[in-house]
């Protein structure tokens, strides 16, 4: 059974930083692109950054673009989403997915609905 399971999420004030971490199981992590999403109620799934962990390849939305850092560790199979400079309209459940055989590039045009694999999701909050 593959799983992916978002931790690090909490309360932070603005201007400050948070890391979720997103381990995948029974999935094997290099055939994969990895995203992390967000959503508020109300809203679609943003996508805000992504990673190939074969070459560590990163791409990343505007609105979060020089603060946000995706990195991976492929031995544990865990990808990292660095939160810094955190504002307000950040706050939002984060979700990281997994989408086969294609690369960062390709997957920031991917439909959410598409991706192969979710996580639960893990709560972000940013208070000004």
């Known amino acids: 059974e593959v799983q992916l399971v978002e931790s690090g999420g909490g309360l932070v004030q603005a201007g400050g930083s948070l890391r979720l971490s997103c381990a995948g199981s029974?999935?094997?992590?290099?055939?994969?692109?990895y995203g992390w999403f967000r959503q508020v109620p109300g809203k679609d799934r943003e996508g805000v950054s992504w990673?190939?962990?074969?070459?560590?390849?990163?791409r990343y939305a505007d609105s979060v673009k020089g603060r946000f850092t995706l990195s991976s560790d492929n031995a544990k199979n865990t990808v990292y989403l660095q939160m810094n400079n955190l504002k307000p309209e950040d706050t939002a459940v984060y979700y990281c997915?997994?989408?086969?055989?294609?690369?960062?590039?390709?997957?920031?045009?991917?439909?959410?609905?598409?991706?192969?694999?979710w996580g639960q999701g893990t709560q972000v909050t940013v208070s000004s």
């Open positions: 029974g999935i094997t992590f290099d055939d994969y692109v």
């Open positions: 997915a997994a989408l086969w055989a294609l690369t960062a590039d390709q997957a920031m045009g991917i439909r959410p609905h598409d991706y192969d694999y």
């Open positions: 990673i190939t962990p074969s070459n560590g390849n990163t």
